[in-house]
């Protein structure tokens, strides 16, 4: 990449670039309208500007007409007429200017209002030279490839930080990383244990970085080593298996050892690190693409490209690159670990308009949605948990996307009236009468059946349907998404907290009796098989004597609580409070149903025992000023009330979507990228198995502390 951009700076007919120093609360889909370019012709001079950009930093901007642009932000009550006039220019010159407004603007869009004066040449002429040398000093033309001759293990002490150790040892913080690859994605903690590699002293071999081209240029005679293959001796200069074949014509097929072959002078990878434990070379196919690539191994473009520099020249049919050695995952096609959130809104780059279709069962009929006070009226009247529940999930979805078009996203909301539960043939009735195949994405309806009636029917589309209430997985649409984490992905979250932790740990198991808690109780066993079952007398009742025969004195005992009755939990959370202290007791549930929430069950009791348990959001009731989010303070604002967790599900499945689609080509692409996104109450982290659709499996690990309060552990 820096090897084009030095190639435009230098040529005379070559594309011209500005530097431009950021301002507060600018963004790149700002900056690029003041300058009549596009984000992606910024990113590509500026890569680290998709992480977003910062008050002062300095960005090289492609000169499109050598003009710039007065830029206005959409107000509320703003029209083309007063903007117009606010600029001393005309409604019809802001539409020359801005085209799309001649179907209307929206809060938060952009607009170029007048063009700006233009300045000096020879003051361009010195912005061109600092964006040139900018770029210049950024290219290092020489990487040292050192060897590793041994490892020194270094315990992360507080407040210690990658650059001071990298410091103190004399190595880079990439050095650190190389070593330790789980800190690409993960910050270094305290008593963490870390590998510093120690270099010999002179280096040994030195890589030009340059193109392909180059490389093929100048060549060099070699003989082939035992366990040499043409992937191996391709990799290790950077070429082809075909552009080896170009450059020796009558090459043995046989591939002797001895042979004398020509290859390219540059080594750009030493032999003995072209490959390692866990990693195996690949050829390019034809007609493969590095997002095919990245889809197919589950592995981030940082990493691919860390793996195989060269990559940025281009990639070919027939280059050998490094990959990660394919193994069984469970015929999971996507899946990828939880790690500190992304953040979407800093890497917007797709602001074609967006299309999203809203499918809840208001049960309105002709009522119209736009008369909010009349609609709301109507259906605070009816009866069902169902259509209260689709107004306020409708809440959060209007707020998601009001405040996506403020991040420049231009959105065409379309909501459609299900009417109600199992209406197959209503919506099969809808789907055909309306263009679903131009939909980026289908939200809803609620309910399964039909969430996979729809499902079904835009599988020809390949339109991506999300499923907002709904737990259970579709195994039959590669086009479902299910936003909500299922019971046993739940269940697996908190064993494998408490699997970590096990270790001289009593592990009891009391476990409510009948057919439904059978397989919770066979999945805990089979986890932990030193665990002590308590026996639960008929009725299912706990008597004080049995649980003394399970509870140990000597170690911290940790107990598992599976029961939705009511009885039961009210009858042994005040044995367990009793003893909490003495025998050092701490309370897990894998499912926290609706009878832990029962008046008869004391929270005092829940949280001096500081029972532990999964969720799929934070469980949040109150918010106080501090801890309002923008959401939570205009739904507030505009309806008096903290939102629900329908509302607040609304809005974080509809952002989410939005975010995505604005930083990926579609749906699709958008879940094949590594990370976990979060936002009010709810995580996104997709994975999909090879037959079916795709599910989330981000969840939350809650305890209840002192004082009732509720902590995020995981």
Known sequence: MFFLVLFMAHASYAQKYKSHKVVKGENVYRIAKRYNTTPEAIYRINPTAKEGVKEGQ????????????????????????????????????????????????????????????????SSDEKEVK?????????????????????????????????????????????????????????????????????????????????????????????????KDTKYSISRRHGI??????????????????????LVPTTIFVPIEEIIEPGFELYEVQPKE???????????????LFKMNPYLRDGLKAGMVITLPRQVNRDSLEIDFAERKPDILENMLSNFKTKKVAIMLPFGLDTLDLDARKETEEYIKGRRGNGTRVALDFYKGVQIAV??????????????????????VNYIKQIIAQNNFDEMDAVVGPLYQVNVEAVASELKKYDTPVFSPISNRESKLYSNFF???????????????????????????????????????????????????????????????????????????NWVFLESDDVALISNVTPLLNAKAESHKITL?????????????????????????????????????????????????????????KYAVRGFDITYDILMRLGTADDLYHAASFEGTTEYVENKFNYAKKLLGGYYNKAAYLIKFDDDLKLTVIE
């Open 240 to 261: 082809t298996v075909n552009e080896l074949d170009t450059l020796n014509p009558l090459i043995d097929p046989n591939f002797p050892v001895g042979m004398e072959i």
């Open 588 to 644: 897990f549930t894998t499912d926290k149903n609706n009878a832990f929430d029962d008046d008869n069950i004391k929270n005092e009791y829940l949280s001096k025992l500081h029972m532990h348990y999964p969720s799929i959001d934070k469980e949040y009731d109150n918010y106080d000023e501090s801890s309002m989010t923008p959401f939570v303070a205009r739904y507030k604002k505009e309806y008096g009330a903290i939102p629900n």
């Open 482 to 556: 299910q936003t909500r984490p299922t019971d046993v992905m739940l269940q697996d979250k908190l064993i494998s907290y408490v699997e970590k932790d096990s270790i001289d740990k009593n592990i009891i198991l009391i476990i409510q009796q009948g057919k439904k808690h059978e397989k919770i109780k066979e999945k805990l066993i089979a986890k932990f098989p030193n665990a002590k079952i308590a026996k639960i007398e008929k009725g299912n009742y706990l008597y004080e004597l049995h649980l003394n025969k399970v509870l140990d004195k000597n170690k911290p």
């Open 130 to 226: 600092v964006v040139k040398d900018s770029i210049l000093d950024n290219i290092k033309p020489l990487e040292e490839i050192r060897k590793i001759i041994s490892f020194k293990t270094h315990k992360v002490k507080r407040k210690e930080t990658l650059y001071g150790i990298a410091k103190e040892y004399g190595v880079t913080v990439e050095d650190i990383k190389k070593n330790n690859k789980r800190l690409y994605s993960e910050e270094i903690r305290k008593r963490d244990k870390i590998r510093i590699p120690v270099y010999e002293e002179e280096s040994r071999v030195v890589i030009p970085v340059d193109t392909t081209g180059s490389r093929i240029s100048t060549t060099t005679k070699y003989i082939i080593k035992p």
């Open 58 to 121: 300095i960005l090289a901007i492609p000169v499109i007409d050598d003009q710039e642009y007065k830029v206005h932000i959409v107000e509320e009550g703003d029209t083309v007429y007063n903007i117009s006039k606010k600029y001393n220019t005309t409604p019809e010159a802001i539409y020359i200017l801005n085209p799309e407004a001649e179907k209307g603007i929206n809060l938060g869009q952009i607009l170029r209002v007048t063009r700006l004066k233009k300045e000096d040449s």
């Open 289 to 303: 693409t590095v997002y095919s690539i990245l889809k197919r191994t589950q592995i981030s473009s940082d990493s």
């Open 402 to 423: 009001d405040s996506a078009k403020t991040k420049g996203l231009s959105i065409e909301l379309n909501v459609f009236d299900t009417q109600r539960n199992n209406n």
